[in-house]
């Protein structure tokens, strides 16, 4: 005789529903509760002004010299990251390598 093949995603619905008779405590590996989602702090506020607040001269790149700046992490293991600062006009780059990102 050929047996049904239920996965076992079934059988742990139905043990949760109640519908074979146990519990959470009748189970070797009892079913580990879902991690709750970071929701992020109704307090937070950036920390400085935002691209959309910039003048729109700087928006239209009609000036050489407005710069923008940011910082690319490398790795986790390290604390180095690259500074770059790229001229919106020409885009022309300025990239360092710095010790630490603070």
């Known amino acids: 005789t050929k047996g049904v093949n239920i996965p076992i995603s079934t ?3 139905w043990i949760h ?3 074979l008779g146990l519990t959470k405590a009748d189970m070797l590996y009892p079913h580990k ?3 709750k989602k970071k929701h992020a702090s109704p307090n937070f506020k950036p920390a400085g002004k935002s691209i959309e607040e910039r003048p729109t001269s700087i928006n239209k790149r009609e000036n050489s010299g407005d710069f923008e700046i940011d910082t690319v992490i490398q790795t986790r293991a390290k604390n180095e990251c690259l500074l770059t600062l790229t001229d919106r006009k020409s885009r022309y780059q300025i ?3 710095i010790p630490d990102k603070s």
């Open 11 to 13: 059988i742990y619905y």
């Open 33 to 35: 509760e879902k991690a």
């Open 95 to 97: 990239i360092r390598l």
């Open 17 to 19: 529903r109640g519908h």
